[in-house]
T-cell receptor, first 114, second 117 residues
Framework: KQEVTQIPAALSVPEGENLVLNCSFTDSAIYNLQWFRQDPGKGLTSLLLIQSSQREQTSGRLNASLDKSSGRSTLYIAASQPGDSATYLCAAPNYGGSQGNLIFGKGTKLSVKP | DAGVIQSPRHEVTEMGQEVTLRCKPISGHDYLFWYRQTMMRGLELLIYFNNNVPIDDSGMPEDRFSAKMPNASFSTLKIQPSEPRDSAVYFC???????????????FGPGTRLTVL
């Protein structure tokens, strides 16, 4: 069964810093990996989905990479802002499935201080 | 589109009572997922449907939990009887037909925060 781990569990940085959030997964037979953002008391917002054929996916100040061979993905946030403060979760499909059954990491709680 | 809609947003009930959570997926999506989030266990998949048919319910914790999808625009998750350890945030998510979407991209509702006293 797929297992997803995120390190660190929490991160506090001053505004303007570039930062990297890490995600590792045990079953590399995946079609894609998805990064989400969760604000306190709110649902999940999809940030980026990386297909297995891609190595990187970018959206604004966010860049996600995927290395299936090592079972790792990173989310890079450039020039962090206080509005980026949230919990970031990565999710990988179970059994490499093409539909359904995402396995989530516990998340990294990010705090960006003005 | 209004996105995935869940109701109620908050539910407080007493142990032993029946609880029904509701979800309306995004129109045109044919996959629907129910997740539970707790501090201890994080986000866990409970069950998912494709074209209103349950595909995998292996995450449903006990027989006290049941889920239905009577049509493409409505699903319920029922807990009967409820227990304090069921307290969690329950999320519903949906995704597009396989041939129309990036694989697995799921769109989440705002969740229902359940407290069982």
């Amino acid at each position: 069964k797929q297992e997803v781990t995120q390190i660190p569990a929490a991160l506090s940085v001053p505004e303007g810093e570039n930062l990297v959030l890490n995600c590792s997964f045990t079953d590399s037979a995946i079609y894609n990996l998805q990064w989400f953002r969760q604000d306190p008391g709110k649902g999940l917002t999809s940030l980026l989905l990386i297909q297995s054929s891609q190595r990187e996916q970018t959206s604004g100040r966010l860049n996600a990479s995927l290395d299936k061979s090592s079972g790792r993905s990173t989310l890079y946030i450039a020039a962090s802002q206080p509005g980026d403060s949230a919990t970031y979760l990565c999710a990988a499909p179970n059994y490499g499935g093409s539909q359904g059954n995402l396995i989530f990491g516990k998340g990294t709680k990010l705090s960006v201080k003005p | 589109d209004a996105g995935v809609i869940q109701s109620p947003r908050h539910e407080v009930t007493e142990m032993g009572q029946e609880v029904t959570l509701r979800c309306k997926p995004i129109s045109g999506h044919d996959y629907l997922f129910w997740y539970r989030q707790t501090m201890m266990r994080g986000l866990e998949l409970l069950i998912y449907f494709n074209n209103n048919v349950p595909i995998d319910d292996s995450g449903m914790p006990e027989d006290r939990f049941s889920a239905k999808m009577p049509n493409a625009s409505f699903s319920t998750l029922k807990i009967q009887p409820s227990e304090p350890r069921d307290s969690a945030v329950y999320f519903c998510a949906s995704s597009m037909p396989l041939w129309e979407r990036s694989y697995n991209e799921q769109f989440f509702g705002p969740g229902t925060r359940l407290t069982v006293l």
